[in-house]
């Protein structure tokens, strides 16, 4: 059974306290964090007061995606503001081993974003160090994209490899996630599903995240 993160980034910002409630009293399990700056990705989202102030109505792991240049600037004060997993762009990290033990040298688990023109590959050696791979289904910045069909392939790539080793590294999926889709995703590999547009879009977000949960 599949993890499920709530993409706070497709959230109403003017009722944020009651998204938080809603995914507290769900079936989800992590809330699912999109940090940009507007250099690594053509958008600018939320920073460290949103993150601090979700922290303290949230009851389920914040899972931080930093979609930022240089990551290793700020990681000690994502963790102040209380991510438990903070994910960190392979494509923006030149010296990605030292960020993963930055991380973990703070006591948040690791993870590596990957874009979906980057071949999972490129992380093998360091596979064993990271404890979340967010690999990236659409091209990362806004929600509400289709899903990138190649992204299946590239799972069980990475889930092969990880079996092989024998390694716990869990694969999340990131962007397009639909009740359509959700199922040939997790046979793939997929550990954890994030989901926005899909959960916030509907009527009932509780009963969409026990939907994907039940898949």
Known sequence: ??????????ANFLKLSDDIHMINESQADWFHLDVMDGRFVPNISFGF??????????????????????????AEEFKNAGADILSVH??????????LQQIKSL???????????????????VLHDIDVVCMMSVNPGFGGQKFIAHTIEK??????????????????IDGGVTLENASSIIAAGADVLVAGNTVFSTSDPSDTIAKLKGM
Do not use: W
Not at 1 to 10: E, N, Q, Y
Not at 52 to 67: C, G, N, P, S, Y
């Open 155 to 172: 799972i069980k790539t990475l889930k092969a490899e990880i079996v092989r080793r024998g390694l716990s590294t869990l694969i999340e």
């Open 1 to 10: 059974m599949a993890l499920i993160a709530p993409s706070i980034l497709s």
């Open 90 to 99: 392979i494509e923006a990290c030149p010296h990605l081993h030292r960020n």
């Open 49 to 74: 007061p949103v993150i601090a102030a979700i922290k303290k109505e949230a009851r389920k792991t914040l899972d931080v995606h930093l979609m930022i240049e240089e990551p290793g600037k700020y």
């Open 107 to 125: 006591g948040m688990q690791a993870g590596v974003a990957i874009n979906p023109h980057t071949p999972v590959q490129n992380m093998f050696d």
